[in-house]
């Protein structure tokens, strides 16, 4: 991963001393994946990074490797140790979106430099993905192919959802993902109508069968859903359904390009079912990008005039939800490029389970 380069691009874009709290973004930046630490960058490229003693040594390698770059471990007095960083700056930019309440009035009585809130310095650019990331979020969704590929086997050692999800995850883990720090979705029969399932003991043996599930390769995530019949034949609502749904997501996938604004995609996606008359059973939005988090920028949702770039890798994942009868949605990860969407994603989206 390109850190140093990650690094100095967001020194380029700051015009005060910025300190870092979100774990993805540090991660980002770093390479770091433990569960503490800050970096204060600053304008002259600069950066001093922070964490306890606890993850000394392993901040010890990352940090040598960014130029600039000094670390401070601390085992008690965070806020000595915070403040010492930013000896000599009258003020300092915060991540509006991590620190809390509490750090906010910590920092005020402890250090007393005006804290200016900033949103997205780091998002906008993790939102860009390149090489190195692309081949972790293919590698992840690989595994969660991996996992599908088997689900007829795993499906007839599982007497229950809930022991299915645990399945899924044991099976990406076999084919090099780690596990994600949410669970899968497992819905058989109407439980499939409730877009966030939460899996339980009903059987999975036969009829509907919703699955959302994904996994973690060097810290990016792979996301997808599949719906499935376990029989010969689907039930004809179901297999409407399922068509509706399928076409629509296609429409989503071919209008992913840059310069695409993620509410068009969006569009694309609700006119097809419009056609079907089941738009009022789409009760979510299109989809989200996917990276360090599960759920990040962009957002492909109504109303959105926020448009793709090249580097976006994003979900496409519409569903339809008949309440009391059951429900599809079918979600692949997109990578869009210049040269057109790439899914990353590649199990198959045939209704009926072989």
């Given amino acids: 991963m390109k850190h140093a380069a990650r690094m100095a691009a967001l020194s380029e874009r700051l015009d005060r001393t910025f ?3 979100g774990l993805p973004n540090i991660r980002y930046l770093s390479g770091f994946s ?23 040594e392993m901040a010890e390698g990352l940090v040598a490797d960014l130029p600039g770059a000094d670390l401070v471990v601390y085992t008690s007095g965070l806020w000595d140790t915070i403040g010492a960083a930013l000896e000599g700056s009258t003020s300092v930019s915060l991540e509006a979106g991590t620190v809390t309440w509490d750090f906010l009035r910590t920092f005020a009585s402890s250090i007393g430099i005006e804290t200016i809130p900033t949103m ?38 599982s007497a229950s959802e809930r022991e299915l999800g645990w399945a899924l995850v044991d099976a990406m883990r076999r084919a090099g993902g780690e596990a994600a720090n949410w669970e899968p979705i497992v819905a058989a029969g109407a439980g499939a109508s ?9 059987p999975v043996d036969s009829g509907l069968l919703l699955l959302d599930y994904g996994c973690v390769v060097d810290g990016y995530h792979s996301d997808m859903s599949r719906t499935v019949w376990m029989g010969d034949e689907a039930d004809a609502e179901m297999a409407r359904v399922y068509r509706a749904v399928a076409e629509s997501q296609q429409a989503g996938i071919d209008a992913a390009a840059p310069g695409v604004a993620c509410g068009d995609v969006d ?7 419009r056609g079907y008359g089941y738009e009022e059973h789409f009760l979510h939005s299109t989809g989200h990008g996917v990276g360090l988090e599960i759920h990040e920028e962009p957002w492909v949702r109504r109303g959105n005039d926020d448009p793709l770039r090249a580097g976006d890798a994003i979900t496409v994942e519409p569903g339809v939800y008949l309440p009391g009868v059951g429900g599809v949605r079918i979600e692949d990860m997109v990578l869009v490029t210049d040269n057109g969407p790439e899914v990353l994603t590649n199990s198959s989206r045939e209704m009926l389970l072989r």
């Fill in 19 to 21: 300190l870092v709290s």
């Fill in 34 to 56: 433990g569960s503490n630490a800050f970096i204060v960058v600053r304008p002259d490229g600069s950066v001093t990074f922070i964490t306890d003693g606890r993850y000394g």
């Fill in 120 to 157: 997205g310095i780091v998002e906008s650019l993790r939102r860009t993905k390149d090489d190195d990331e692309v081949a972790a979020l293919s590698a992840a969704a690989d595994a969660g192919d991996a996992a599908f590929t088997v689900l007829s086997d795993l499906v007839a050692s």
């Fill in 267 to 273: 569009e694309a996606v609700r006119e097809v079912l």
């Fill in 194 to 202: 409730v877009p966030h399932y939460r899996s339980g003991s009903n």
